[in-house]
């Protein structure tokens, strides 16, 4: 049997207490399984904007999409899980990720460092959290990445395994990001569940939706993008996993066969697809 969907919203834009609030609680109205917010300059601090979600809703776990583990010195990082975990009721997942934008380190005064500086990192934060968190202060965890280190990570210590369906740009220091195609994504999650034979209990698999448009002229959503990217045309536009355009009856069967094709039956989408998402979730849990 396929595992159930979970449907959850990154929470993007900094906001007012009161509007803070009620945009959680308008994602609980429509039904998001979790409020997640990411870990970028410009944008919410993670924990802050989670215990207030909490205090604002009932239902929705709560997550970071994904923290940069270079921004955190693990046994301070494993002070705000705790905490926030409390103040939550139990409700947090936690996202952790390499981080991907250099300008944002550099703007921190933080080491950006190598890819594999990054991974070790990672590796290294995973494992201290693990020793430094008592057994009742453990959340779930979610580990972010493409790349073959990551995948064994992942495999090896994650509850949540998140595929962005999206690479970085070589060379780029302000995080931009090329679509990968559905052929790539398999191979990726192939590695991945080569990988996790060994688990006793499955992970979960997200995917983050980096669009959603209801709409009946398919093409003239993704022309833009395909300016963009080269070589791409617009039956693959419409083919990447990451898209999610059409009317609701096939944005409705794409989310399924990619659940099918993929095993991904954990889905995100940015905030300013909230509204536009929402008649999915409804579509999906009426069967």
């Not at 705000?80 to 139990?90: P, Y």
């Not at 020793?131 to 210590?157: C, K, Q, S």
Request: with cysteine; proline share 7%.
């Amino acid at each position: 049997m396929p595992r159930p969907f979970r449907f959850g919203v990154s929470l993007i834009t900094p906001a007012p207490a009161a509007e803070w609030r009620a945009k959680c609680r308008r994602a609980e109205e429509l039904g998001y399984d979790v409020i997640l917010v990411p870990d970028h300059l410009g944008m919410v601090a993670p924990f802050p904007a989670l215990v207030a979600a909490a205090e604002a809703t009932e239902r929705p776990r709560l997550g970071t999409f994904v923290l940069n583990a270079g921004f955190w010195n693990p046994t301070l990082l494993a002070r705000e899980v705790a905490t926030t975990n409390a103040l939550t009721g139990g409700r947090l997942e936690l996202g952790l990720g390499t981080g991907y934008v250099q300008a944002e380190h550099e703007a921190a005064g933080l080491p950006y460092g190598t890819p594999r500086a990054r991974v070790d990192h990672l590796q290294h934060t995973v494992e201290e959290l693990d020793r430094l968190l008592d057994a009742d202060e453990r959340v779930p965890l979610m580990i972010g990445g493409n790349g073959d280190r990551m995948m064994r990570m992942t495999a090896e210590h994650a509850d949540i395994a998140a595929f962005t369906a999206a690479r970085a740009v070589p060379g780029s220091t302000t995080g931009q990001l090329l679509p990968i195609s559905p052929e790539e994504l398999d191979e990726r999650i192939a590695l991945y569940r080569r990988l996790a034979e060994g688990r006793k209990e499955p992970a979960e698999l997200n995917l983050l939706i980096q669009m959603v448009t209801v709409t009946e002229d398919r093409a003239e959503v993704v022309r833009p993008l395909i300016d963009r990217v080269p070589d791409l045309t617009l039956e693959q536009a419409l083919d990447l996993p990451l898209l999610l355009v059409g009317t609701l009856e096939q944005i409705t069967a794409q989310v399924r066969a990619q659940r099918e094709r993929y095993g991904l039956s954990y889905l995100t989408v940015l905030e300013p697809y909230m509204e536009a998402f929402a008649p999915v979730i409804g579509a999906l849990r009426d069967g």
